[in-house]
């Protein structure tokens, strides 16, 4: 029988409760979004007592489908004033769902100065006093974890940046290696810091299990599934070999790679940082250019990169941190954004915000161009110790551009803007300037048709079907983040005609329902309408749906493009 926890730090009390009705049929951002709809005022303060931190994992999290072990986080976010889901990778998610765990919900705020951490394990969650892991780094407090309560334990953190509340932290999940996935975006690593939960530590002995209505039909979908992620060549060869840093020469030719803080469309160092050096690196360093962020991924875009001596430098190395800190700040050096990568791991700090936040800083003059040792210095010395440079750049791009005078500062609703030139690549805009999570790529990821034609093909460079493309993503997107399904499986989705009618299959035979596609798309319409109901009750209008002045006055190179949509085509988008 499933249960929800909650978790309220304002009396130290916690509760094992039914699920509702209502929620039987919801998991991962679904349930998140609907519970932070219900239970937090949209006027709260994100770092008040008022605002809730739920975790939720997939619908078919836990059970044996390929890459369904994402957990999402929830909360109002402190870096967007709005609704926020945000989901990873790691053990949590299969490890709450073998429990039997619907959602934590942690309410409240501790009174006194007192640090907490919550146990969770089959008989449901406690509350104990937390001293001796604070302001450690996440490295440190997974091994010491490990140490204390054995190797399986699951692990869900926050750094010192969540500790400081800093708008840019993170939460961090171990993976099944003992090293770090993020719930990235946001800063939800300040909403956990604000409730002074340092850490939780999951143990699954003696879990029920996943239960499944039809194991042989759920069997069949699987095994399609499988073969459709492995068959199409993104997920099937693309992602394994290069991992997400495939894209960086793919941008770079399509003109739409940010650099110099939004400058250019291309940068001249992009060969130095690529996915095809970064593999070619990894494996002459005896690293792994292959790693699932949690078991039972089968497509595994992940990898393990080594420094020159052979050591362990970072994992889960991503294209868009890699565009922030090369392109974007122009640093060609892919050791460094590696070593920094590593040391954002530990602070608990977003890199995609850190990393735009770091190109405004260089646009300010707070340090130079490429100067990665820089980067590196003051994610140590600055973010790390808290001083006032490092809490402003840890606060995010926003924070950055308001501090230093800077206008050309790439966010929306606060948020930095990812690893794609919205100018050159019109779809991406549209979710840029719509998804209620602010700016952030993967909520309607139309680079896949944009530009790897996945799923048909718009012009990039055109407005025509861009509104229709985003939305048509956006609202597939918040239904597969419901499922604890990997995004990249919306490759497949959209190419291979068997592969969404298998996933929904999946879930018919794990819950003994009868779904059918238009279900999916209903629920994540639904899941779209109450989060944008949210924000406009939390005080966010349709003049917060706009990308920055600079995108529409600045032509960017190599296409001389600018941002030419009005604000009723945008606002277009909310038409259904
Ligand atoms: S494909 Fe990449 S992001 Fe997706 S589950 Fe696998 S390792 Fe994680």
Redesign the pocket.
């Given at each position: 029988m499933d249960k929800i926890l909650r978790v309220n730090m304002t009396d130290l009390t916690t509760a094992v409760e039914e699920v509702p009705a209502e929620w039987a049929g919801l998991g991962g951002r679904a349930l998140t979004s609907t519970i932070v709809a219900k239970e937090v005022p949209p006027t709260c303060h994100a770092l008040g007592p008022n605002n809730k931190l739920v975790f939720a994992p997939g619908l078919l999290s836990g059970t044996a489908a390929s890459?369904s072990?994402?957990l999402s986080a929830g909360a109002k976010s402190p870096l967007t004033g709005g609704i926020k889901e945000s989901n990873v990778?790691g053990t949590a998610a299969q490890m709450f769902a073998r429990l039997g765990i619907k959602a934590l919900i942690v309410e409240g705020m501790p009174k006194g100065e007192g640090w907490y951490a919550l146990k969770v394990g089959k008989d449901g969650v406690t509350i104990e006093e937390e001293r001796g892991l604070l302001g450690l780094g996440n490295f440190a407090v997974i091994d010491a974890l490990q140490a204390l309560l054995g190797k399986k334990t699951g692990v869900i953190a926050i750094g010192p940046a969540g500790e400081m509340k800093l708008t840019s932290a993170n939460i961090s999940v171990k993976d099944p290696s003992g090293k770090i996935?993020s719930h990235g975006r946001g800063g939800l690593g300040a909403v956990m810091g604000s409730k002074r939960i340092k850490f939780i530590a999951i143990d699954d002995e003696g879990a029920p299990g996943i239960q499944l209505a039809d194991p042989e039909a759920f069997k069949r979908a699987s095994r399609v599934f499988t073969k459709a992620l492995m068959d199409h060549p993104v997920?099937g060869q693309g992602?394994?070999t290069y991992?997400?840093n495939v894209l960086v020469n793919i941008l770079h030719e399509a003109g739409g790679l940010p650099t110099r803080n939004f400058t250019h469309g291309q940068f001249d160092g992009h060969e130095q940082i690529c996915g095809e050096t970064m593999h070619d690196t990894i494996v002459a360093r005896g690293g792994k250019p292959r790693?699932?962020?949690?078991a039972?991924?089968?497509?595994?875009?992940?990898q393990v990169y080594h420094d020159k001596e052979g050591q362990y430098l970072t994992s889960?190395f991503e294209y868009e941190t890699i565009w922030g800190l090369g392109a974007n700040c122009l640093i060609a050096e892919l050791d460094d954004i590696a070593l920094a990568d590593n040391l954002m791991d530990d602070l608990g700090i977003d890199s995609i915000e850190t990393a735009v936040a770091f190109g405004v800083a260089m646009e300010a003059g707070l340090l130079p161009w490429g100067d990665g040792k820089e980067v590196v210095r003051i994610l140590r010395e600055e973010i790390g110790k808290g001083t006032a440079l490092g809490r402003v750049i840890g606060s995010g791009a926003g924070a950055v551009g308001r501090t230093y005078g800077v206008t050309r500062v790439p966010v929306v609703k606060n948020q930095a803007i990812p690893a794609y030139d919205p100018r050159s690549v019109k779809g991406i805009g549209i979710t840029y300037c719509t998804s209620p999570m602010g700016a952030d790529h993967t909520a309607g990821y139309t680079i896949a048709t944009n530009i790897l034609n996945v799923g048909g093909q718009v012009d990039p460079l055109k407005k025509e079907g861009q509104v229709e493309l985003s939305r048509n993503l956006q609202i597939a997107t918040a239904a597969i983040d419901s499922t604890g399904m990997?995004?990249?499986?919306a490759f497949p989705a959209l190419d291979i005609p068997e592969c969404l009618p298998a996933l929904i299959a999946m879930i018919n035979a794990r819950f003994g329902a009868k779904l059918t596609g238009e279900d999916v798309t209903g629920l994540g319409k639904t899941v779209l309408k109450l989060e944008r109901a949210f924000n406009l009750a939390a005080g966010l209008t349709s003049a917060d749906d706009r990308l920055p002045e600079f995108f529409s006055s600045d032509p960017v190179t190599p296409h001389q493009a600018v941002w030419d949509f009005t604000n009723e085509e945008i606002d277009a988008f909310w038409d259904f």
């Open positions: 890459n072990g994402r990778g996935r997920s992602l394994p991992g997400t790693h699932g962020c949690h039972g991924c089968v497509i595994q875009c992940s889960g990997c995004i990249f499986i």
